[in-house]
């Protein structure tokens, strides 16, 4: 899938310090500056693109963009939402006057009707009123189609599979507003990429992906699972939060966290939100190589040497609890429960395993020594408390 | 019980790691006659907005949202206005995420500090709540009701109502109606310029202002900013800068004291340069200005 397999410097970036391939299967990009990119295939839409795109959604000058679009990036993904339809707009503006074909956009649609909180569409949801928002969406981005086209967040089976959302994304794609459609997803990730591949109509993935999720094997078989089905898989949310510290005092080092989810090789771009150039000259940094430095690789497994939120499930604590509590199970409820404010996670995690909101009572004293330094105990003692808590106030 | 309550402070405390700190007050929705009221349980936080509104959440988190609370107002004949009052630390970034979505083409009605009505929704500032309200229904009623609720929800949450003081300071000649923003995070694409105040003016251009912690940290950002661009200046040598951006084109500017004031899109323009210098004066008048206690 990746083009490149051999890399030199030939010309400084826009910044001075990308990296640019070129060999036989080296395919240098067509891009307005001469730096060429890793390029990676969007499954079976064919389209080549560079691993690094552009989320606008938080960019308020179009100087940044200009400057993303200037690099060499050529995806740059909005929303039907993001500030009220101002951000098509802006990109709208942006764009009338460039070749069409020197740019990819992706937009998506929330539909009207659909209960956000459950992600199910309600009697008020009409194929009608859905084309018309998508309409709006061409409008504000002044086009006659755009390159892939969005159901904006699909949580289950059922939402996705919907009779008039499927029916509404195939119209698009035969009015030619529409030259490819997906999805974007990022609660029941799995299932939601499951029922792309039954339904047979969407064709892109837009999945929140990041090395915090390196433990969710059901996550990452589906990804497997839909790039065997010709799935195209865009990333977001590479940066988890952006930090590793519940005081966001220890940042997660981008490129790492970037590096980190091209290891997949079926994940084809990332979407990250620049808005100011020094992020956007960062993140062109991945195109010097994808091999993380151990310096990188420390960043994301133990918060740049400091205790964080995820643990990088190395298994060594396990057998090391006197009472034999799955420790490095509840550090992930620790996780949902604190880094995520997932309460309703974090309690189901502690009942999967059965531990109760004192499961340290009677220990004479902590023995367990963890590899990325959580005072193990403390957050057990923490997490553990959800127990008490009724049930109904954490649903 | 004791544990109970020991649980219920600690998960508190727990929910201020996720608000940033801000002081949070009950927030209640009103009963509206006529209007059967329900108060969804789910409170959206900085850890979970996402689950809500996706990628939007991220713009609301860089205005420091502290939390969002839903409810429904359901009429006999089955309509319902949605209502969602997203709360942030201030006033001030409140407004910065309420002019970060408005459009100056809407139709703008009298509530709270400044709202707009368009078809099926209502949305408006008060204080530091931005207040959306809409309904999946249509027509004359539901545009009534939505503005009946919104001003019940407006009176209820008895906030200061206004716009930022700084706004006022902008010359008023050849000002773009409802252009005027508040950018709380790296300015133009810079982290040192962190947040300005700007307004949009005929002609193209716009007019910004940054308002420091002090002169020192003015002066600090200019060197910054200088240093970025290659210019061998020293910022203290004079009040009036031009910035060699290479992403932003020239930025003229003038320094007074805690303020900078500057164009964007118009350094060539000399009715952009009078209304600068116009700006700084009133700016060197200000010092009943609030310091930046939102960023």
């Known amino acids: 899938m990746t083009k490149f397999n051999r890399r030199n410097f030939l010309k400084s970036s826009l910044f001075g310090a990308s990296g640019m391939l070129v060999s036989g ?43 993303a679009y200037d690099s060499g990036i050529k995806l740059f993904d909005t929303a039907h939402g ?55 969406s061409l409008t504000r981005l002044q086009m006659d189609y755009v390159d892939i086209f969005y159901h904006h967040l699909a949580q289950s089976r059922e939402t996705l599979l919907n009779d008039g959302m499927l029916a509404a994304l195939t119209q698009l794609k035969q009015e030619g507003k529409a030259k490819h459609v997906g999805v974007s997803t990022h609660k029941n990730q799995a299932e939601v990429i499951r029922a792309a591949i039954e339904g047979g109509v969407h064709e892109v993935i837009l999945v929140a992906i990041n090395f915090t999720m390196k433990d969710d094997k059901d996550l990452m078989d589906a990804i497997e699972e839909g790039a065997a089905a ?23 080092n981008g490129v790492a966290a970037l590096k980190w989810v091209f290891q997949n090789p079926h994940i084809a771009t990332a979407i990250p939100g620049f808005t100011k150039f020094e ?34 499930g190395c298994t060594g604590c396990q057998h090391q609890c006197r009472k034999g509590l799955p420790v490095s199970d509840l550090m992930r409820a620790y996780m949902y429960t604190y880094a995520y404010g997932n309460l309703e996670k974090g309690r189901e995690i502690l009942d999967e395993y059965g531990v109760d909101a004192d499961p340290c009572r009677g220990c004479p004293g902590c023995t367990v020594t963890c590899s990325s330094g959580f005072a193990v105990a403390e957050r057990i003692a923490k997490v553990s408390r959800l127990k008490d808590v009724p049930e109904d106030f954490i649903t | 019980m004791k544990r109970y309550l020991i649980t219920m402070i600690g998960l508190a405390a727990l929910a201020s790691i996720t608000s940033h700190g801000a002081e949070k007050d009950a927030v209640t929705f009103p009963e509206v006659k006529n209007w059967k ?134 010359p008023p000649a050849g000002q773009k109606p409802y252009s005027d923003q508040y950018i709380r995070e790296n300015f133009i694409g810079f982290e040192f310029l962190h947040s300005a105040y700007t307004v949009d003016y005929e002609g193209g251009f716009k007019l910004f202002v940054i308002q420091g912690k002090d002169e020192a940290e003015i002066q600090e950002m200019a060197r910054q900013y200088l240093a970025f661009t290659k210019q061998d200046i020293d910022p203290a040598s004079s009040s009036q800068l031009t910035f060699k951006d290479p992403y ?22 000399d009715d952009a340069r009078i209304l600068m210098e116009e700006l700084a004066v009133s700016l060197a008048k200000s010092s009943f200005l609030p310091g930046v206690q939102d960023r």
């Open chain 1, 25 to 67: 299967s080296v395919k240098a990009s067509t891009a307005r500056s001469e730096t060429a990119m890793i390029i990676r295939t969007l499954g079976k839409t064919g389209i080549e693109l560079p691993i690094l795109s552009m989320g606008v959604m938080r960019a308020d000058t179009p100087n940044i963009v200009k400057a």
């Open chain 1, 82 to 136: 993001y500030q009220r339809g101002k951000n098509e707009e802006m990109l709208g503006e942006f764009f009338k006057d460039r070749p069409r074909d020197s740019f990819i956009i992706g937009t998506k649609v929330i539909p009207a009707g659909i209960d956000r909180r459950t992600g199910k569409l309600g009697p008020d949801f009409t194929k009608e009123g859905f084309l018309e928002m998508a309409n709006t």
């Open chain 1, 230 to 252: 010709g799935l195209g898989f865009i990333a977001m949310k590479t940066m988890a939060g952006g930090f590793h510290d519940e005081e966001k005092k220890i940042p997660v």
């Open chain 1, 279 to 312: 992020e956007l000259h960062t993140d062109l940094e991945i195109l010097n190589g994808l091999e993380m430095t151990e310096e990188e690789r420390g960043n994301l497994l133990a918060g740049g040497g400091r205790s964080g939120f995820f643990c990088s």
């Open chain 2, 37 to 170: 009221l329900t108060v969804l349980p789910d409170v959206y936080t900085p850890g979970n907005l996402w689950d809500l509104i996706n990628g939007a959440a991220e713009s609301y988190l860089s205005y420091d949202f502290v939390d969002l609370h839903l409810g429904d107002y359901m009429n006999a004949s089955g309509t319902v206005i949605h209502a969602e009052l997203y709360r942030h630390s201030s006033p001030v970034n409140a407004y910065g995420i309420y002019t970060s979505e408005r459009s100056p083409e809407y139709m703008f009605i009298e509530i709270g500090a400044q709202g707009y009505l368009e078809e099926g929704v209502l949305n408006f500032l008060s204080g530091q709540f931005y207040v959306k309200l809409y309904s999946t229904d249509s027509g004359d009623e539901v545009q009534e009701a939505l503005q009946i609720i919104g001003q019940q929800i407006s009176g209820h949450l008895d906030q200061e109502d206004g716009l930022p003081e700084m706004i006022s300071v902008f």
């Open chain 2, 248 to 269: 932003n084109g020239d930025i003229p500017a003038v320094i007074s004291g805690k303020y900078m004031a500057g164009i964007i899109d118009g350094s060539d323009k």
